[in-house]
């Protein structure tokens, strides 16, 4: 009964996904839109699937593994300094914090789009620069988050284990760690997200592959269907990144319903 | 209770430093890549206030860039809550069909739909307010969509019991709930805003802030590029801070339950 309701659910929800691209097909080709402009749905694919496209297959998956391959290790990165420097600056030396905050709320608000330029008069263009402003655009979210994850945890709970005679590691272990999971969760998801944000921003800049430059290449050439093309790809990528992502936060964070805001 | 003296101070001290640290560091860097802050305030300055220099038309390419943010962000804000309303109150059963596609449209990179949006609508004013409104429409819809959807059933039944109608009930109920979180996806729409704006203006133009920020990058200024990312910024953080204030101002009740 629960798997019928499931796909009832996301029956209904393919249902606009498949009429659009019908329209989409259909539009080009009853003559409502202008075909030079608006490639019919089976055209933009058969650049990739078809005999004799322009993107074959091997290439389309070097860019999409190129592209995630420069997003995933900018993310690690990210999780890797975001999260203990959140624990050493929330846990740690709570008395630094507001010291800091207007100065990261300053970094932050810099759009890292015009700051990739700079970046790459430090970093030659190439890996380096782009995985850096994946970095430095993930690293915000993650931190903020957890710090108010941090923030948020109720004192009680720490003067409760302490009265059952916890020691510092047992605490932390115990009874934080576990309180700011969630906050951690959804850093981490919004850090993915911003981070695939940027990523085809700073591709479309500098690059030579992946699918920002992809796109960017296409705009140079004229070549309208791999336009289509890469913003297919860049959806059908962003996509799976969060529905990964909210899997996983579903499954290991299942005591508590996420609120869908975000902090940037 | 500390003072607004101290927190004040509190907050210009690490940014103090920072600069201090970039002024030092700067000195001992090789030429060319990191002008002194010193020097940039002061192109910035130039540039800012020297009305016949080349420089001097900082101004009117702001003008220009506010204007497509302006525009891109209320057309947001209306469609975007109108949509979030309607999704998250009346028509649940739509919101079924409607949510994939509209995730799916919200991870749709901006940057990968610029040059889509290109083709549709030409290079222009157009375009660039259609990418700043694509851009910052969903953390919108998706806000107010969540705060509506999670409203209190008990609100709307004691509503009910007092006959309010449909309009009523939107006005006195829904909407007074939702308002503090819709502030929350207006900053985070203007976050992004700021964000795409520059991004939106590289390509194809010729005035706003984006384009200002390339020909300098072009005719090599390093003063001024560095100049015109912390102008970006400073803007992005006012922006911010006034949307915050008028948050304080519409939602008393807020601040006074949880003080």
């Known amino acids: 009964m629960k798997s019928l309701k499931k796909f009832g659910a996301v029956s209904s929800g393919a249902t606009l996904i498949i009429l659009l691209i019908i329209l989409w097909e259909a539009a080009p080709r009853l003559g409502w839109a202008n075909p030079t402009f608006i490639p019919p749905f089976s055209t933009v694919l058969n650049t990739v699937f078809g005999a004799g496209g322009d993107t074959p297959p091997s290439i389309a998956i070097s860019h999409i593994a190129n592209s995630l391959r420069r997003v995933l290790i900018g993310f690690a990165i990210c999780v890797i300094l975001g999260v203990p420097i959140a624990f050493l600056l929330g846990g740690a030396f709570p008395k630094v914090t507001p010291w800091l905050r207007s100065l990261f709320q300053f970094l932050s608000q810099i759009p890292p789009y015009i700051l990739y330029p700079v970046i790459i008069l430090f970093m030659s263009q190439g890996e380096t620069g782009i995985i850096f402003i994946i970095t430095w655009t993930g690293f915000w979210p993650v931190l903020f988050t957890t710090l108010a994850g941090i923030a948020d945890i109720d004192p009680k709970l720490i003067k409760c284990a302490r009265g059952m005679n916890a020691n510092r590691f047992v605490i932390f272990f115990k009874v934080v760690i576990p309180a700011v999971f969630p906050n951690i969760m959804r850093g981490i998801r919004l850090g993915l997200n911003v981070g695939f944000l940027i990523l085809i921003g700073a591709e479309t800049m500098g690059a030579n592959s992946g699918v920002g430059w992809l796109i960017q290449n296409a705009q140079r050439m004229g070549n309208v269907n791999r336009i289509y093309l890469g913003a297919l790809m860049a959806a059908i990528i962003g996509s799976l990144l969060n529905w990964v992502m909210e899997k996983i936060e579903s499954r290991v964070v299942s005591w508590k319903p996420l609120p869908e805001e975000a902090i940037i | ?259």
């Open chain 2, 1 to 259: 209770m500390k003072t607004r003296l101290f927190r004040f101070t509190q907050g210009l001290v690490p940014i103090a430093a920072f600069f201090a640290v970039w002024q030092l560091v700067a000195g001992h860097i090789p030429k060319g890549i990191l002008p002194a802050p010193s020097r940039v305030l002061a192109a910035m300055w130039k540039a800012a206030t020297v009305s016949n220099s080349i420089t001097g038309i900082l101004w009117k390419h702001l003008l220009v860039s506010l204007q497509h943010i302006g525009l891109g962000l209320l057309f947001a804000i209306v469609i975007g809550n109108i949509f979030g309303f309607l999704l998250g109150t009346y028509f649940r059963k739509a919101e079924r069909v409607f949510l994939p596609f509209f995730k799916i449209c919200e991870k749709l990179n901006p940057f990968a739909v610029i040059p889509i949006f290109m083709i549709f609508f030409g290079i222009g004013r157009f375009e660039k307010v259609s990418i700043v409104f694509w851009a910052s429409v969903w953390p919108i819809i998706t806000t107010t969509r969540e705060t509506a959807r999670s409203l209190d059933n008990k609100l709307i039944k004691a509503a009910r019991t007092m006959a309010a109608d449909r309009w009523e009930l939107f006005s006195k109920v829904i909407f007074p709930f939702t308002l503090p979180n819709l502030f929350t996806g207006l900053k985070l729409a203007v976050s992004t805003a700021f964000f795409m704006i520059v991004a939106a203006e590289l390509v194809g133009s010729k005035d706003g802030l984006g384009w200002y920020y390339m020909s300098q990058q072009h005719n090599y200024k390093l003063d001024l590029v560095y100049g015109t990312v912390l102008f970006i910024t400073v803007l992005a953080i006012l922006f911010r801070y006034a949307f915050g204030r008028l948050e304080k101002r519409f939602i008393v009740w807020k601040e006074a339950a949880f003080n």
